[in-house]
């Protein structure tokens, strides 16, 4: 095996392991949602946001404001405009969850949240 291919395996292996930590599996999906609560200022809002991978029980996110940890927000991911057809879901209801972490990223800010309630 190459130094190469004896990296890649080794790469492979930390990061197998530290997956391997989770409870659950982690989705690099990005699904447009609506956040509802109190910003840094204590300030109420409502804001589309977009997540930038999801799991059972939790999300990373990007908010256009501070928030607070732990405070505790509303996520709702809109209802397509088709769903007269049996195949598309009317919506999904709103899901709390609990600000775990904040940082900013530019003009955005990145926010990990864990729900209240696994979804799934």
Do not use: W
Request: charged fraction near 20%; include cysteine.
């Amino acid at each position: 095996m190459s130094v190469k291919e004896t990296a890649t395996h080794h790469h492979i292996g930390i990061v197998q392991s530290y997956e391997e930590r989770r409870r659950f599996q982690r989705l690099r999906l990005q699904v447009p949602m609506f956040i509802r609560g109190r910003d840094t200022h204590g300030e109420q809002f409502l804001e589309l946001a977009k997540t930038l991978d999801i799991s059972a029980i939790g999300a990373f996110i990007t908010s256009p404001r501070p928030l607070a940890i732990n405070e505790t927000i509303t996520l709702t991911i809109p209802a397509p405009s088709i769903t007269s057809s049996g195949l598309v879901p009317a919506g999904m209801p709103p899901i709390q969850a609990k600000v775990k972490r904040c940082q900013e990223a530019g003009d955005v800010q990145l926010i990990g949240v864990e729900f209240l309630k696994p979804i799934g």
